[in-house]
């Protein structure tokens, strides 16, 4: 008598139970932060600043208050990488493009229509009102601007071109970066304040008029020096 047979089949093995906890896998963690970003940019711009607190923003993520703590260390920094997600968002595709091919008028007026395109969309219009309306209170907030807010990093690209059209001697400049930053303030001052209800928003035909008119008044400035 075969004395397996006798006894039964063998017991079977008890599954384990999947282990947990751990660091999150990178897909995991990468969709915890855009979760804390979306719920982040919707109370901010929607909210403000001041209003918007950790609790509210860690409520509409779904999420605990140390998991929020465990991705950022303030609402200061969070809000810069608000900023940050909200440019990175409005940047064209390959905008390494918009710095080459046809004459420097023609890359200037290029540039304006992208610059007027993204400093006029609604989120880039919600983000520059909490900054207005909260500046004072919220000192860091200019700092943050500064830092994420991606003028620096035009400045610098355009002072490049400035520089480059200057030594093949088209331009006259003692201060590149300068006049870059004039440039963008040229292109985006008038415009942005309408679109804030500081005047009559301009129309598409407006706009792009006004992007050939300002090229054309700064080289006309950059030349006659």
Not at 21 to 44: H, M, N, V
Not at 58 to 82: C, M, P
Not at 104 to 129: F, G, K
Not at 187 to 194: C, D, F, I, W
Request: hydrophobic share 45%; charged share 25%.
């Amino acid at each position: 008598m075969d004395v397996a047979a006798a006894d039964g089949p063998p017991p079977r093995r008890r599954r384990l139970a999947p282990r947990r906890g751990g660091r999150p896998s990178r897909a995991a963690a990468e969709q915890l932060g855009e979760t804390i970003l979306e719920a982040a940019t919707g109370l901010f711009l929607s909210e403000g600043y001041g209003v918007t607190s950790i609790e509210a923003v860690a409520r509409r993520a779904r999420i605990s208050k140390r998991t929020f703590y465990s991705r950022f260390r303030d609402k200061a920094e969070l809000f810069g990488a608000v900023v940050h997600r909200v440019v990175e968002r409005l940047r064209p595709p390959g905008d390494a493009g918009l710095f080459e091919g046809g004459t420097l008028e023609e890359i200037l007026t290029r540039l304006a229509r992208v610059i007027l395109h993204a400093a006029l969309s609604p989120q880039a219009l919600a983000l520059h009102r909490v900054i207005l309306a909260e500046a004072t209170r919220f000192p860091e907030l200019a700092a943050v601007v500064t830092e994420r807010g991606g003028s620096r990093e035009a400045v610098t690209r355009i002072a490049a071109l400035l520089e480059r059209e200057a030594r093949a001697g088209y331009l006259t400049l003692e201060n590149a970066p300068f006049a870059a930053a004039q440039f963008l303030q040229m292109v985006v001052a008038l415009p942005q304040r309408r679109a804030l209800g500081l005047g009559t928003p301009m129309t598409p035909p407006e706009l792009e008029s006004w992007a050939r008119d300002t090229v054309t008044l700064f080289l006309n400035g950059c030349r006659s020096r």
